[in-house]
């Protein structure tokens, strides 16, 4: 990765952001927008794909069957990704307490972070991802 910014300047600015009305569409989920801050960490991480990671679930038979088993995902979910070494894991849950209904190995990464969470709300048209400061 080639960023310019340090870990520690990546995770200050992160938590900068306080939520707003500008969204950007997703290019190839239409039913998927985010937030700035979400635009800023794929920026500065170079990590675009994990916005594509977590938008190619969207309409997808396993998120359709976990909504249908737990109906608190129709409304909100929780993201993570955490990374070890050069490989991590994309986790979507209900709340804390529940084991994830997406677990996504990622064989490699060179995401500058140990961990981000990204949390989806859905608003009738559109699932939101954001930052959690930006809720």
Known sequence: MQTTESTQQIENS?????GDDIRYLHPLNRKVIYTPGVRYLAQSCEAYWLIDAIASYYGSTQMNHAIKQDSRLS???FWTLLVTGQSAVLCARADQDVPPFIEQAIPFTDFPLESVDIWAGFDGSHWTLYLPSEH
Do not use: E, N, V
């Open 14 to 18: 992160l938590a900068q952001f306080t």
């Open 75 to 77: 409304y909100l979910q």
